[in-house]
């Protein structure tokens, strides 16, 4: 096979050359009508416009307490992937990434939650960690450190003077 035998699996359909004049095959109008707001060159309505009946936008009552911009947002790791490491191991953010199991960190940090069994001995170092993972990392004799996010806000917090 050579590069100029190759052929495209579905033959390429012609573009339609509107607004070309009579013999383009789309008429004086070039398909668009005779006269109005959508025969225009920029012209048509929004999608959201409904004729001049009140939108739904507006009609729909806006009711409530939302708290959603101030929502944390944790990458979340459960307690059975931390069998991953030996026994008496320092568990930190960068060993994390070193084992692949964490790939990225979301805007709060890296939250332990207590899922699965823990059969280690393990110094965990994290952003957050749940109460119940927290317990069952000293019930075997671990201990656990809550380590500072430095999110962006906090860093530019810091250069103010």
Do not use: C
Request: glycine share 14%; hydrophobic share 30%; aromatic share 8%.
């Amino acid at each position: 096979m050579k590069l100029n035998e190759l052929s495209p699996s579905v033959p390429r359909k012609n573009r339609k050359r509107i607004g070309r004049g009579n013999s383009s095959g789309w008429g004086k109008s070039a398909g668009k009508g005779s006269n109005g707001q959508n025969s225009r060159a920029g012209g048509g309505v929004k999608p959201y416009f409904e004729g001049g009946q009140m939108p739904i936008y507006r009609r729909v009552p806006k009711r409530g307490f939302s708290n959603a911009i101030f929502k944390k947002e944790y990458t979340l790791l459960s307690l059975d992937l931390l069998n991953n490491f030996e026994d008496g191991e320092v568990v930190s953010i960068e060993t994390l990434f070193d084992k692949f199991l964490v790939k990225s960190i979301k805007k709060d940090g890296i939250k332990i939650l207590g899922n699965g069994e823990l059969t280690k001995k393990l110094t965990v170092k994290a952003h957050k960690v749940s109460k119940s993972a927290k317990a069952a990392i000293e019930a075997k004799g671990g201990t656990v450190e809550i380590v500072e996010f430095g999110g962006f806000e906090k860093v530019a917090g810091n250069n103010k003077k």
